[in-house]
């Protein structure tokens, strides 16, 4: 794994590290199969949009990097998902989830202060220094551009916050136990256009240290923020390129139609 | 005639809301009519705090201390066998068994409920007394362990399926968002799921309460009803329900005993209120915070 220190070369760098790689990934929910064989790669450090309409398996592919699927009854998942080369299904799930963290689309703050929001990732993994917490917060919710909104009351309930604040204090909590990769559900669904900015610019910010992968409904969100934007349909990739081609000259159809608004 | 229609069910529901009111208050009005009057033959610090409960003795003499503690210690002893067991259960049911298994199972602990208490009080002399009896080489096994043990069984399906329904209750979201940073199954119930399912919790024990001190055959019949004051939970004890229940044959309606007995009903009636009223402010102080 290479370290990127040098912002020129990220670009050069990033195009070599593959983090994320799945080999004709196929999932079933039952006896219905929502993904049909679905190879990407995913670069270290890039911001990777799956775009589509609902249905389309973005989600269901955006689960299984960090085995969330598991919680849903009788699905199956057939093909491979490496990380850093290593199947992930010889890490344990604690340890997967550690390095993979996932915001939702709602806002979920647990029903506990902001404090112990942030804090309780890191508890769960053995930390319990008081001080050591403090400072883990304090970053964390620094690197979601949350802190200095919050920092006079870390204390109070962590629902009393507007819905862009908890989805930022999600992304913290998400940061708070030193993921490498994060991935977003539809991250602003239900957030208003100055917070969804506010979201948008975080994980602008975390670009350099965390490999993120975005599934979003909004399609000028992935304009807007990935470099690579995938778009699924119907359980199966389409098409996968660099964001700024895949939205002026995108080679199928049916991408075309979609990021147009003919359909979905 | 649309209109006269709406009129007429409007104050039908409201004259059912207020009968029922107007029973409670009546209930409570006939209890204080009937046991104020022993007041003027004890005092209420005596009849409260007296350590004797000789009613038959001349002079006789009404003090409940020893009932009341007994209520206390048999509730107490059964509270802490059914809570844990009860949280352990409901978690069991909900977390770990697949759903299907779980709903059967859960029926079958609903089934509990349906058992009368005096079965459980059968169960209690013919079974559970002679084990305890044996178990710690007493004199007799029917002590407030072997109430607080047949009543913790009795308590259970009730807080079990409360228990088990806020547990169910906790938003699929909360263990996603857990689970999601790495926290294990054990973490996740831990603290998330018990906390935030606590305000059920709660209304779970204090229900469990509400059933245990009211209830009267079973420790009736398997408690050995000594009104001693309990010093342990291998004593025979006297609760204050089979008190009323034991002696309420023999008296003499309006003489001091009678009236004694309508006394303790009071004292009862007073504690299920205060336990029922600090259950609902809890739970709506939870509510207002969330």
Known sequence: MVTLTNPKSETLNSKQNIKIKTNNLKIWYGSHQV???VSI?????EILAAIGPANSGKTSFLKCINRLNDLIPRSKVEGEILLDDKNIYKLSVSSLRKRVGMVFALPLPLPLTIFDNVAY???MHGIKEKKKLSEIVESSLRSSSLWDEVKDRLNSQAMKLSGGQQ?????ARTLAVEPEVILYDEPCSGLDPISTLKVEETMRELKSRYTQILVTNNVKQAARVSERTAFFLMGELIELEETAQLFTAPKDKRTDDYISGRFG | MKEYFEWLIENLILICGVISIVFVILIFIFLLKEGSGIFSHTSLTGFIFGKDWYPISDPPKFGILPLILGSFIVTLGAIIIAVPLGIASAVFLSEVVPRGIGDILKAIIELLAAIPSIVLGFIGIVILSPIIKNIFN????????AGSVMLAF???PTIVSIIEDAINSVPKSYREASYAMGATKWQTIRRVI??????????AIMLGIGRVIGETMAVLMITGNAAIIPTSFLQPVRTMTATIAAEMGEVIRGDAHYQALFGIGIVLFIITFLINLVSDLFLHKKRGKA
């Open chain 1, 35 to 37: 993904m049909h064989g």
């Open chain 1, 41 to 45: 790669d995913v670069y270290e450090n």
């Open chain 1, 121 to 123: 990732g890191p508890r």
């Open chain 1, 167 to 171: 989805q930022r204090l999600c992304i």
């Open chain 2, 138 to 145: 007493l004199p007799t096994g029917l002590t407030a362990l």
């Open chain 2, 154 to 156: 009795m308590a259970l």
């Open chain 2, 194 to 203: 018990l906390p935030a399912a606590s305000s059920g919790i709660l209304a």
